[in-house]
């Protein structure tokens, strides 16, 4: 049940952390480390690919929620991409699509950095 | 018989304990008062009444004295029990041995003294001196008490560890006893020589007593000291019965007085205090061949009693602490150590693998820094296999090179050192040391005496651990369940009675505690207010920020114009105060009972399933006005970007807000139980009352998510418009 593990690639323009499986209270930290850890570098353009994630729980909502103003403050984003429906729900119940750019998918999470 | 006898020596020894507190003046008493009775036949019979039968009489007097020495030694006997409890316990040898000096010495002395003053006495004819007829007797009872208490040590000391043979042999003693006391009886009286007869069977009882007292099995289990008060004593019971023997053989008065209390009296003390110098010096001679191996016997003794203690102290005692102050106290006195002390490796309980000083017995901290210096004690340890269970003895330190550099310093209070091993499934969990500051202090036996404590120290120190562990998640567990009692107490206890709506609740968490919140508030102009609320996680963080918002709610409420003042008051009190991440989705549905209406605003919760009739066919809507979730942004988005709505109600709409919990609940092949079925209950039926609504709801989730664990809170308000 709470299967969940993520990927990571990065290259000049951003870097892309693909999500799997479940993301909840138990596998949240997971995300929160990784995506610390890509700050830490100095990378600021990070793209979250949710192509492969079935389901979210608030708590996995409250990890975009942690990094997003320290990355708009050095000029970086999190950029959403490729959410199924049903977890494209739970952020937009919560109000998130006035805070991220959520888009269909990976290209266009690039493009919309340039 | 003995029933009567024994009351009434019971009744003469009430009375005469009472006379005198002490039982030895008792003793006393009792021997004057039953001497002077017997002088009282004597006189009666012999002295005022010449004339009568001589041996009517002596036969007469006999009976009555047999009688009167009967009651006297029962008496005797129940004034200094010899044992305090039935059966015979291995114990009573001791106590006999305990209890036996301070009589024989008593007694010896006041036999003796009464023994020479009758032979003093002036040499009157009996019959004209009634005071020399009254010592005579009271000599005699002295006998007789000494000689009966001595047979009931002998009784008990042969039938400790008694076999049928004892007992026949008891039996068989009791009926030549009663044999020879008859004949010598009736020899006296009749004046025949019975002294053929006898010799028979004095040989006989003889043989039997030999076989007899070569059972002291009883000697083996007395501890050195105990062995040589028994010497002292049985050398004294030895001396008395061979004194008392010569004494009337050479004392012709005390003779002819036993023999006044008694025809053959004295024969019969002579052959039972022979017997009993005969045992007494058995019992002394196999002490003193027993005294030298005593010291190993002794130590035996004390392993298997230490490590009984221990096994014992292992079932009682659960405090890790108190175990090893015990175990430590225990080790040094089982192997004669100066001083002990325990160490523990646990990783769990210090943080780090390193070894820790656990317990400390005679040792200060600061001798302990001086043999661990340079950790020269642990690489000494450390040349051990982790898994080698042997013990490690060092008998002289300063013969070993390792020790060189401290042995100046430690001198003082360590030269020689056991080191065990605490050993747990093959597992290394401390280590327990025993020094001596004497060289060659510990022998071999102390080693392995200590090896085999250390299997059991182990295996005590982890039965404290688990209880401690069980205790402390017991604990954890009572705590929960206050907290949960503590949670229950915040959700409201009864809605409001409002005329327009009736209003139902729900509220289940899924673990003892949960993150989900309903209320009922009054605003500004008095208006009622439902209010839902989610926060993200679960468990004790999600319920202590639940509190929290239940406190902002209340507190903001009584200011707020409408439900999206108040939700926009909630995020501006509460963003900030929750940790980065967490976040709360609130619904607020305020009762507008002049218009009938429901206003309603939402800061990101799950949406809100109205139910209303439309051309007279009920429809329903799943309402997600705009709203960020509480604490995600700051007031200035959040206050922009919340909309609230306004439904105008008639008698028969329904409206429910809820919790994920119930359109995310699973069941056991992971389909979500959806909206679809919300709505489906809120069509399809018209309801009375919002229980009904909410029970309904209620219970097709249950149905639905038969057989999987509940994933998330779950909290259901339903309101029922009943005005039209």
């Keep these: 049940m709470n299967k969940f593990s993520l990927e990571q690639k990065s290259n000049d323009r951003a870097e892309v952390i693909y999500l799997n499986g479940f993301l909840d209270a138990h596998t949240a930290p997971q995300l929160e480390t990784a995506i610390s850890i890509v700050i830490s570098q100095g990378k600021n353009r990070i793209i979250v690919n949710f192509n492969n994630l079935e389901y979210i729980s608030s708590a996995g909502l409250g990890v975009f929620m942690v990094f997003i103003e320290e990355v708009r403050a050095n000029s970086g984003d999190i950029k959403l991409a490729g959410m199924k429906p049903k977890v494209f729900t739970v952020f937009d119940l919560l109000g998130f699509p006035m805070l991220f750019d959520i888009v269909d998918t990976e290209e266009e999470a690039f493009a919309k950095f340039n | 018989m003995s029933n009567l006898v024994q009351r009434l020596s019971d009744t003469v020894s009430n009375a005469l304990s009472r006379f005198s507190a002490k039982k030895d003046s008792g003793a006393i008493l009792a021997t004057a008062f039953f001497a002077a009775l017997m002088t009282i036949v004597d006189t009666f019979f012999l002295a005022s009444n010449e004339s009568f039968f001589h041996g009517v009489s002596v036969g007469v007097t006999s009976v009555l004295k047999i009688g009167v020495a009967g009651i006297f030694a029962g008496i005797f006997a129940s004034l200094f029990p010899v044992r305090k409890k039935d059966p015979i316990s291995s114990t009573q040898p001791v106590e006999i041995f305990n209890n036996a000096g301070r009589f024989l010495w008593a007694s010896s002395i006041a036999l003796f003294a009464a023994g020479a003053l009758v032979g003093n006495v002036i040499e009157f004819d009996r019959s004209e001196d009634i005071i020399r007829c009254f010592l005579g007797n009271a000599v005699s009872?002295?006998?007789?008490?000494?000689?009966?208490?001595?047979?009931?040590?002998?009784?008990?000391?042969?039938?400790?560890?008694?076999?049928?043979?004892?007992?026949?042999?008891?039996?068989?003693?009791?009926?030549?006893?009663?044999?020879?006391?008859?004949?010598?009886?009736?020899?006296?009286?009749?004046?025949?020589?019975?002294?053929?007869?006898?010799?028979?069977?004095?040989?006989?009882?003889?043989?039997?007593?030999?076989?007899?007292?070569?059972?002291?099995?009883?000697?083996?289990?007395?501890?050195?000291?105990?062995?040589?008060?028994?010497?002292?004593?049985?050398?004294?019971?030895?001396?008395?019965?061979?004194?008392?023997?010569?004494?009337?053989?050479?004392?012709?008065?005390?003779?002819?007085?036993?023999?006044?209390?008694?025809?053959?009296?004295?024969?019969?003390?002579?052959?039972?205090?022979?017997?009993?110098?005969?045992?007494?010096?058995?019992?002394?001679?196999?002490?003193?061949?027993?005294?030298?191996?005593?010291?190993?016997?002794?130590?035996?003794?004390?392993?298997?009693?230490s490590l009984t203690y221990l096994s014992r102290t292992i079932s009682q005692v659960y405090d890790l602490h108190r175990l090893l102050n015990i175990v430590t106290t225990m080790i040094r006195d089982v192997c004669g150590a100066t001083s002990a002390w325990i160490e523990l490796q646990d990783e769990a309980l210090y943080g780090s693998p390193e070894p820790r000083i656990a317990a400390q017995l005679n040792i200060s901290q600061q001798q302990l820094q001086m043999l661990y210096k340079d950790g020269i004690l642990r690489s000494v340890l450390a040349q051990q296999d982790e898994n080698d269970s042997q013990a490690i003895y060092f008998e002289a330190l300063d013969e070993e090179q390792a020790f060189a550099s401290v042995y100046p310093y430690t001198i003082e209070f360590t030269q020689s050192l056991i080191a065990v091993p605490l050993m747990l499934d093959s597992k290394r969990i401390g280590t327990v040391f025993a020094v001596h500051k004497d060289k060659f202090a510990f022998e071999f036996e102390d080693i392995s005496l200590l090896s085999a404590f250390a299997n059991n120290i182990s295996i005590a120190i982890e039965n404290a651990r688990l209880f401690e562990n069980s205790l402390e998640k017991e604990r954890y567990k009572r705590e929960l369940m206050l907290a949960r009692e503590m949670q229950q107490k915040l959700l409201p206890k009864e809605l409001p009675h409002v005329a327009a709506f009736d209003i139902a609740a729900y509220s289940s968490p899924a673990l003892e505690v949960g993150g989900d919140y309903y209320d009922s508030v009054r605003l500004k102009d008095g208006t009622h207010c439902l209010i839902i609320g989610d926060v993200s996680g679960k468990g004790i963080t999600a319920a202590f920020y639940m509190a929290e918002l239940k406190g902002v709610a209340l507190a903001v409420a009584p200011e707020s114009s409408s439900p999206k003042d108040l939700l926009q008051r909630i995020n501006a009190a509460l963003l900030g105060n929750l940790e980065r991440g967490s976040y709360i989705t609130v619904t607020a549905v305020a009762l507008d009972e002049a218009k009938n209406e429901l206003v309603i605003a939402r800061a990101g919760h799950t949406p809100i399933a109205l139910q209303r009739l439309c051309d007279g066919v009920p429809k329903v809507e799943l309402l997600t006005p705009k709203g960020f979730g509480i604490a995600l942004v700051k007031p200035a988005l959040f206050d922009k970007s919340l909309e609230e709505v306004r439904f105008s109600v008639t008698a028969g709409d329904s409206c429910l807000i809820f919790t994920d919990g119930i359109n995310e609940a699973a069941n056991a092949q992971n389909d979500e139980f959806g909206y679809e079925p919300i709505c489906e209950i809120m069509s399809n039926h018209q309801y009375d009352e919002a229980q009904y609504l909410v029970g309904e709801l209620v219970r097709r989730v249950a149905e639905f998510s038969s057989g999987a664990t509940q994933f998330d809170d779950m909290t259901i308000i339903g309101i029922l418009a009943v005005r039209s």
């Design chain 2, 141 to 305: 009872l002295a006998v007789v008490a000494v000689i009966t208490r001595q047979f009931q040590w002998l009784n008990i000391l042969i039938a400790i560890r008694r076999n049928e043979m004892t007992s026949r042999f008891r039996t068989a003693f009791a009926v030549v006893g009663i044999t020879v006391v008859l004949i010598q009886v009736f020899a006296a009286i009749l004046g025949f020589d019975a002294q053929g007869i006898m010799a028979v069977i004095l040989a006989g009882i003889g043989i039997m007593f030999l076989v007899t007292i070569f059972r002291l099995p009883w000697l083996a289990t007395f501890s050195k000291d105990q062995k040589w008060k028994a010497l002292g004593i049985s050398v004294l019971a030895f001396a008395i019965s061979l004194g008392l023997d010569i004494h009337i053989a050479e004392n012709t008065e005390t003779m002819r007085s036993l023999n006044l209390v008694l025809p053959g009296l004295s024969n019969l003390i002579m052959i039972a205090s022979s017997l009993i110098s005969i045992f007494f010096f058995r019992v002394s001679f196999s002490i003193v061949l027993a005294l030298p191996t005593a010291t190993v016997i002794d130590r035996k003794i004390n392993e298997v009693r």
